[in-house]
């Protein structure tokens, strides 16, 4: 069992910075890949940005550039640093997690409750 709590949404302005955290705790062996998502009103839930265990990052094509995915694995949290904010990137955006509960399991998929991030002027 894995529990993801994000913290660090807000309110900003176009062009603004905003910086969210998730926190992993809970029994598991390992986490093998961490990743933020965002589901904006009317539309599906997309992919942000995902890092593994190893550093190696992908992200959205609408965000790179200035969206920047990070991990202290020691202390089982990712970070997303949001730079030039756009409205379009106003969402929930929901913490993601793939994580081994002992060595010999599968990886399995848990979430977050998600964070609000509205982006207006």
């Known amino acids: 069992q894995v529990q993801l709590v994000e913290s660090g949404g807000g309110l900003v302005q176009p062009g603004g910075s905003l910086r969210l955290s998730c926190a992993a705790s809970?029994?598991?062996?390992?986490?093998?890949?961490m990743g933020w998502y965002r589901q904006a009103p009317g539309k599906e839930r997309e992919l942000v940005a995902t890092?593994?265990?190893?550093?190696?990052?992908n992200y959205a094509d609408s965000v790179k550039g200035r969206f920047t995915i990070s991990r202290v694995n020691a202390k089982n949290m990712v970070y997303l640093q949001m730079n030039s904010l756009k409205p379009e990137d106003t969402a929930v955006y929901y913490c993601?997690?793939?994580?081994?509960?002992?060595?010999?399991?599968?990886?399995?998929?848990?979430w977050g409750q998600g964070t609000q991030v509205t982006v207006s002027s």
């Open positions: 890092s593994t265990s190893g550093g190696n990052t």
């Open positions: 809970g029994s598991f062996f390992s986490i093998d890949i």
């Open positions: 993601n997690a793939g994580a081994r509960r002992s060595l010999w399991s599968l990886r399995y998929d848990y």
